[in-house]
């Protein structure tokens, strides 16, 4: 696993050079990068939700389209449209934004839902159906989204069957004292960005999104993660657990997370580190939980701090 960690390491470097201060964050996005997962940043408006799906796809060196999410957007934006060209009597399709390698959601819960559900499909199966055609992806293909929690006039709520596409869902907060002072300090001349090298190449991630797929989960660790998931379904707070989809997400990331550790064993801790990002977002809780001011987080740091963690000789089995 050593060139999987060589590769995120630069990932994460270069990075951290416009986002400062927030390691595990980036770490994550890289995780669901390798995992072949779809990000969701989800903070309050100016902590850099934006400029880490900017630099992330600057720092990959492929395709990227940014589709600026508002009211009266169209799915035709999104996938594109075919339009007929006089000269050859023949329509030809004309792609949209969502025909890239990375894509920048931005604000996605200000869309309507009919064109949010144009996303489910792309998420989902890596293609876009748009007049009956079929048209596919490419193999690198990763969509980060951001909204804002906070504000909710001119805006609608992503449905369950949306959330689930995503992989992870991660905040940034904000920054510490020493952070905001480096912030302003590195933009005083220009922002990063601007300056922000190509560090990896498409045909890198894909190698280590293959080579991911051999990284050992012993049979305890799987049952591990398999309770985990358990406990969300009969959690009492809990209305609505994470489903099989949760499951392999929380495999794959885990496997991910050994990764760029180094690693070609997972263990309990690389589960627990990803457990929040992963299911958070795919738990409805019940209104019992709302009325006394339970969120997902607390919650689930209570199914990991009951659950029993697997010791003893497991990465053999």
Do not use: W
């Amino acid at each position: 696993m050593k060139t999987v960690k060589s590769f995120s390491d630069k990932l994460i470097a270069n990075i951290s050079k416009v986002i400062i201060g927030k390691k595990d964050t980036i770490e994550l996005a890289v995780i669901c990068l390798l995992c072949q997962g779809h990000l969701l940043i989800e903070d309050i408006p100016g902590v850099g939700k934006t400029m880490l799906a900017r630099s992330l796809a600057r720092s990959l060196g492929g395709s990227f389209g940014r589709i600026q999410f508002t009211p009266d957007m169209l799915p035709s934006d999104i996938t594109g449209v075919s339009i007929y060209n006089q000269s050859t009597r023949e329509f030809e399709f004309r792609s949209g934004p969502i025909m890239a390698e990375i894509v920048l959601a931005d604000e996605i819960n200000r869309a309507t839902p009919k064109t949010q559900s144009a996303l489910l499909e792309a998420m989902q199966e890596n293609q876009v159906t748009v007049d009956g055609v079929t048209h596919l992806l490419p193999a690198l293909f990763m969509v980060l989204a951001t909204q804002n929690p906070i504000e909710h006039e001119g805006t609608f709520r992503l449905p369950e069957a949306q959330l689930d596409r995503f992989l992870m869902r991660v905040r940034l907060g904000y920054p510490l004292e020493k952070e905001e002072i480096e912030i302003l300090d590195r933009q005083q001349i220009q922002h990063p960005i601007n300056e922000l090298e190509v560090v990896a190449s498409v045909k890198d991630v894909l190698s280590a999104q293959k080579k991911l797929r051999s990284v050992h989960i012993a049979p305890p660790v799987k049952s591990y993660l398999v309770n985990l998931v358990q406990r969300t379904r009969n959690h009492e707070d809990i209305y609505l657990g994470a489903s099989p989809r949760g499951s392999l997400g929380l495999f794959r990331a885990g496997q991910a997370s050994a990764a760029v550790q180094g690693r070609d064993y997972v263990t309990p801790d690389d589960i627990k580190r990803v457990a929040g990002p992963i299911l958070g977002h795919r738990l409805i809780l019940a209104p019992g939980a709302r009325l006394q001011n339970r969120n997902e987080d607390s919650i689930l740091e209570e199914i990991l701090d009951n659950a029993l963690v697997p010791g003893g000789d497991i990465y053999s089995s």
